[in-house]
């Protein structure tokens, strides 16, 4: 397959799939004129990386994952770890936007919304934090 087929079986651009080969999470097969040649797991991998991706693991996560997926004498607790650690960095980013929320729902209650120049939300965005 060419990079337009697998892009368009995988659901990944074309650009990150090349994106991908340049950092070696894919390594297709090369052709005599230097063109790509997709094999079928290749395309497995691209639709690994891209569920992955889509859940937000790091790149790095994506390669430890797609390692330990290849690695028929795994752990499940490496897998897990991995897991862990991307669920607690989510949580944390959930917290802090929540915070986010919070803070900004505040400020926009306090703000009257009228003619008048006077507005909560300028005047918290113009303090230096402390």
Do not use: W
């Amino acid at each position: 397959m060419n990079i337009g087929d697998v892009a368009r079986l995988s659901g990944i651009p074309a650009k990150t799939i090349r994106y991908y080969e340049d950092i070696g999470l894919v390594r297709p097969l090369r052709s005599g004129n230097g063109y790509r040649a997709f094999r079928e797991s290749d395309l497995h991998k691209l639709a690994f990386l891209g569920r992955a991706r889509a859940l937000g693991f790091t790149i790095e996560d994506c390669r430890a994952l797609l390692a330990l997926y290849e690695d028929e004498a795994r752990e499940s607790a490496q897998v897990k770890r991995i897991a862990e650690d991307h669920l607690a960095r989510i949580d944390e980013k959930i917290a802090q936007l929540r915070s986010m929320r919070e803070t900004l729902a505040h400020l926009v209650h306090a703000c009257a919304g009228d003619a008048r120049p006077d507005c909560p939300i300028l005047a918290d965005l113009g303090h230096e934090e402390r």
